[in-house]
């Protein structure tokens, strides 16, 4: 460890393995672009944008400019009886590229204050119109929807559920839609799986539509190890909610902003939600910032009664902070001159290419990819789940790469301006840490 490396008891760090990485500190220092420089001066490329959230890459000027000129002029603005111009600028912004059919905008702080604030905005719009039978929620097995308690009961990762209690009640799940006997090495969509949107359907013979408000699906599951959408899958989803009056609710934290080929991925797969959460991209990770996006047709259940009355009793004392509004102002400018928020659409053929070039290195049992997001699972070592996976993590960081993993998958979600010869490097890097870890 260096001289320079800072005292490290008191930080308890987030999903980390504290005391693995004490005795071997990976600290960061700068960034720019595509890469972070480290405490030792050497250039890690950064495999996936910060945490799927630096869309744009690092230290982009006009974000930058933005949150400086921001702070000097409005640093805070109570979001409750009160406003400032960009939150409006910013809202109306963002409705030039949401899916057609979603055009209000909520704001929050993070990817789980969005997914709590949809939650909660379904259950009271069957309540507002008289329905408010309809508490239940749907999640997805390996879903995750974020640590708080509404989307850790909504999630379907046991790690992040076994150690908080009972949770929310009357909450069901429908399974997960991995399927690697079927579809292991898709490319892009895989071709089997829409009938496991049919679980729905179970549901509601289970429970009966009138207790059910809303379904909650990532579009794209990626911190449970990168699942694609089988093939109509989500198109069968959104026709059973439609039939049973049942609010869907896409969750697009990571897939938000670029990242599958299309500002969003309702737009890729041709499904529109009733509710969007979003975050991550949406300031380019550099100040906190989520959203949910609704449809108009519940902002409006809302709007009655006595016009001095607040109609929906939620939201967060930085909902709208002026510098998360300006960050996300030089974000969506950032996006609009690069081409950004369909260049994973112009990219995916040679990043599919070079991902999938991995089958057939050691223990790799599947590959999955879209757009600019990309998945290897391997083999885990017997007895030691998750081990094989951090040890290719580690070393990568050693060679220089960012990657991340999640039980024995490698996530892999790169800024959007990644080039070709980036796509390289980082493939390069993981295949010779596959070998290593053989
Ligand atoms: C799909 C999804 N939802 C919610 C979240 C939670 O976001 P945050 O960490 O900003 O609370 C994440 C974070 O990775 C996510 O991937």
């Known amino acids: 460890m260096s001289p320079d490396t800072p005292a490290m008891d008191a930080y308890w760090m987030p999903f980390t393995a504290n005391r693995q990485f004490k005795k071997a500190p990976r600290l960061l220092t700068r960034a720019d672009g595509m890469y972070f420089t480290d405490d030792k001066g050497r250039q890690v490329l950064d495999g996936i944008a910060g945490l799927w959230c630096v869309n744009a890459g690092h230290n982009r000027p006009r974000i930058v400019q933005a949150i400086q000129q921001q702070a000097a002029e409005l640093d ?114 895989p071709v089997h799986g829409a009938e496991f949107a049919d679980d729905l359907e179970k549901l509601v013979a289970l429970h009966d539509a009138s207790t059910i408000a809303a379904v909650i699906v990532e579009p794209v599951a990626g911190s449970t190890g990168v699942l694609i959408p089988p093939q109509g899958y989500l198109q069968r989803l959104r026709e059973i909610c439609d039939k049973h009056g049942i609010l869907l609710i896409f969750d697009e934290v990571i897939t938000g902003f670029g990242r599958t080929g299309s500002p969003f991925a309702a737009q890729t797969f041709g499904v529109t939600p009733d509710l969007m959460t979003v975050a991550k991209g949406l300031t380019n990770g550099c100040v906190p910032m989520g959203a949910v996006f609704a449809a108009a047709k519940i902002h409006d259940a809302f709007m009655n009664g006595p016009e001095h009355l607040i109609e929906f009793f939620h939201g967060y004392t930085y909902s709208a902070h002026p510098l998360a509004c300006a960050a996300a102002l030089g974000t969506l400018d950032t996006y609009a001159e690069e081409g950004l928020l369909t260049r994973a659409a112009e990219m995916q053929g040679y990043f599919a290419e070079c991902l999938h070039s991995l089958r ?68 390069d890097t993981l295949r010779g840490a596959l070998k290593r870890a053989a």
């Open 76 to 189: 805070f603005a109570p979001p409750f009886q009160m406003g400032h111009p960009k939150a409006f600028e910013l809202a109306e912004r963002l409705t030039r590229i949401m899916p057609a059919g979603l055009n209000k905008v909520f704001y929050t702080n993070s990817g789980s204050e969005s997914v709590d604030t949809a939650l909660k905005m379904a259950i009271a719009y069957h309540r507002a119109r008289g329905e408010g039978t309809r508490t239940r929620l749907i999640g997805r097995e390996r879903g995750y929807h974020g640590v708080n308690f509404g989307g850790i009961s909504v999630g379907g990762i046991v790690a992040n559920r076994k150690m908080f209690g009972t949770m929310l009640g009357g909450v069901d799940h429908i399974r997960h839609t991995h399927d690697p006997a079927r579809n292991a090495f898709s490319v892009g969509q």
């Open 360 to 427: 057939g290195e050691p223990n790799v049992i599947d590959v999955r990819n879209i757009g600019l997001v990309g998945g290897v699972e391997l083999a885990p070592i017997a007895g030691e789940p998750g081990k094989r996976a951090f040890n290719v993590f580690l070393d990568c960081w050693d060679q220089g790469a960012l990657i991340r993993t999640t039980g024995d998958t490698i996530a892999l979600s790169p800024p959007l301006i990644i080039e070709r010869a980036q796509i390289d490097q980082l493939i």
